[in-house]
């Protein structure tokens, strides 16, 4: 059976969820594997965190994203979050990570082995191949830490590092809205755990860690949105069953 083909004009689909943050999302990859873009505008510049699969340009089909300076920061470097990090001239990542964004290979972005023309209900435009899908190099431009501050002038974004599904993985925590960007590490769906460089015990600390934020409203990598209650909710029922 071969698949529909989208037109790159359709790729992404864009939502505004309040407190100057849009959702870029990619419709027509399954909801599992679609990874949630989040663009955060500020007084003298904006935050990208993430950037999808790289399938279609991020930056010749969505304009929002290039009207000004923006910092591309990866919640970490798997292939779904880091596509299109090299159309941007600022680029964040975690200094555990930071190999990886400078030299990605389809197995240590782990392209391979999830992507297949299974993940997909309209094939992305031509030329493209799940056969030799890769991301591209992007080397980063800022190597952060725990403790370091994303500052978009009158908005400021905490980097909180959480190893545990990869290594280099962060959270950005903007405390003045109670607003968190949990990346991979939580998100109200199945989380990975059993990735090559996973780790069970960082993952634990990282939950725990993520609990105690007074947290509104959580941003993950993957599915919806959710609230302080819920953000609780997930994060005990999952201690709950590993400690
Ligand atoms: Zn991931
Ligand atoms: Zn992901």
């Known amino acids: 059976m071969t698949i529909d083909r989208a037109k790159p004009e359709d790729w992404y689909s864009l939502k505004t969820v309040g407190d100057d943050v849009t959702y870029i999302g990619e419709p027509f990859i399954e909801e599992f594997y679609r990874c949630n873009i989040w663009h955060v505008r500020g007084r003298d510049g904006d935050m990208l965190v993430d950037s999808g699969m790289g399938v279609v340009s991020l930056t010749e089909w969505v304009p929002l994203v290039t009207e000004r300076s923006v910092q591309a920061v990866a919640s970490h470097t798997h292939f779904d979050h880091i596509g299109c990090h090299h159309e941007f001239e600022n ?3 975690h200094r555990c990570e930071a190999d990886l964004l400078a030299a990605p290979t389809r197995k240590n ?4 082995p999830y992507v297949t ?21 992007a080397p980063a431009t800022r190597i952060v830490e725990d403790g370091d501050v994303i500052d978009l002038g009158d908005r400021h974004f905490e980097v909180i590092h959480t190893p545990g599904h990869s290594p280099g993985g962060i959270a950005l925590w903007e ?8 990346g991979d590490i939580v998100y109200d769906g199945p989380l990975i755990e059993d990735t090559y460089h ?7 600390r990282s939950m725990e860690r993520l609990y105690d934020l007074p947290v509104r409203v ?26």
């Open 218 to 243: 959580v941003h993950g990598g993957h599915f919806a949105s959710y609230g302080a209650e819920r953000h609780r909710e997930i994060i005990k029922n999952w201690l709950r069953e590993r400690t």
């Open 198 to 204: 996973a780790n069970a015990a960082d993952y634990v």
């Open 109 to 112: 972005t782990l392209a391979d």
């Open 91 to 93: 680029r964040v990542c």
């Open 117 to 137: 023309d299974e993940i997909f209900t309209k094939l992305p435009p031509l030329p493209y191949a799940s056969t030799t899908y890769a991301v591209k190099a």
């Open 175 to 182: 405390k003045a809205t109670g607003i968190l960007f949990s």
